[in-house]
């Protein structure tokens, strides 16, 4: 079949889907920028500038069985998630990063044409998840200061809504959703998804309610605190029937055998790996209290590893640019809610100095 005929064979509303605008990776920038690849800053994913335990590495470095699958079932992987998050092993799924997790959800739940209420601004990929699906996208606007107005929520239920979405701290916002919120939410007997891939910063849970809500889904993830990205290892805690159905569904070796070590040395390393996040929560309010003293940023407080601001003079893609141009890669915004916004992630305190002296040099010439 010739090229200009395939798209008849494509599914319609995939012709022109968009996709995802993922983080850059600094190898891309090799010679492209005034700084060498290994002086690039990266603070445009949310990733831990420390990186993971040590044991990570060494356990990777030993392992010899990568010939071999690894266990479909997560036997052991579920028995570590329990005694650290203290939720039975009949409530928990794995998964490739809790990316895959959300897509299985909506495979579950949604048939075409089904309504997911989402609340913006918020995570890129629910809402890439929910056209993927074929659902029906009920974008539920946060008030200015970026919290879940619950009233609109449930206003916004209909007879096809089959599903609810909330991040908590939210993503880029870092707003929290608080507990009665999502508590009146569950109420309305909706299937329920809280995002808690920043739970390690805030400490902040609804996770034990999992046995008592048949309609709550907690998602969470070891890219963030634990500095395991890059292998894509995230998990839920769920009713145990809905663990049931996902366990059925899902790829039967989602969770990679490197993925399986990495979380079985995080576990053992948690005192370590817990001073890090504090160390960046440290860094979040030395950042934002200096970003408050630009005059030209508006940052907005944050209970996650990363600060939204908005730009007040000049484009934040222009921003974004010249800052990449010096090799600090941040995230801009340019959609409703989130005009002339960046999203800048926590860095060391040596990054983060030269992401504040260069954002002083910066000032002249963004206009336009």
Request: with cysteine; hydrophobic share 40%.
């Amino acid at each position: 079949m010739a090229d200009e005929g395939i798209e008849k064979l494509i599914r319609p509303e995939l012709v022109n889907f968009g996709g995802y605008a993922a983080s850059k990776s600094p190898e891309t920038l090799k010679d492209k920028v005034e700084v060498p690849l290994e002086g690039i800053i990266k603070l445009d994913a949310n990733e831990n500038p420390y990186g993971c335990s040590p044991g990570v590495n060494r356990a990777l470095a030993d392992y010899r069985d990568i010939s071999i699958y690894p266990d479909s079932g997560q036997t052991e992987l579920r028995k570590q998630l329990q005694g650290y998050t203290g939720v039975p092993v009949e409530h928990i799924v794995a998964a490739a990063g809790s990316d895959q997790l959300i897509d299985l959800i909506l495979r579950l739940f949604i048939t075409p044409g089904d309504e997911v209420i989402n609340c913006i601004p918020t995570f890129a990929m629910f809402h890439f998840f929910i056209e993927l699906n074929r659902g029906t996208p009920v974008a539920v606007r946060r008030d200015k200061d970026f919290n879940v107005n619950v009233t609109a929520v449930k206003k916004a239920i209909t007879e096809r809504t089959k599903l609810i979405l909330l991040a908590t701290p939210n993503n880029p916002t870092g707003t929290i959703t608080p507990r009665e919120d999502i508590l009146e939410i569950l109420d309305t007997g909706l299937p329920v998804v809280i995002d808690e891939a920043y739970f390690e910063f805030t400490g902040e849970t609804v996770a034990p309610l999992v046995d008592k809500y048949k309609n709550l889904m907690v998602l969470r993830t070891f890219s963030k605190w634990a500095g395991l990205a890059g292998l894509r290892i995230g998990y839920g805690m769920f009713p145990a029937k809905i663990a049931d159905y996902l366990m059925r569904i899902k790829e039967p070796y989602c969770v990679n055998v490197a993925a399986l070590v990495a979380v079985r040395e995080t576990l053992e390393d948690i005192d370590a790996l817990m001073k890090r996040v504090k160390t960046i929560i440290d860094e979040r309010e030395r950042l934002y209290s200096s970003l408050q003293e630009i005059d030209w940023l508006k940052p907005y407080p944050s209970k996650a590893n990363f600060i939204l601001c908005s730009v007040l003079k000049g484009s934040a893609k222009k921003l974004q640019q010249n800052l990449e141009d010096r090799g600090i890669l941040v995230r801009h915004f340019d959609q409703p809610l989130l005009r002339d916004s960046i999203r800048i992630s926590i860095g060391r305190a040596e990054e983060n100095d030269i992401l504040l002296e260069t954002l002083n040099e910066l000032e002249e010439g963004l206009d336009g």
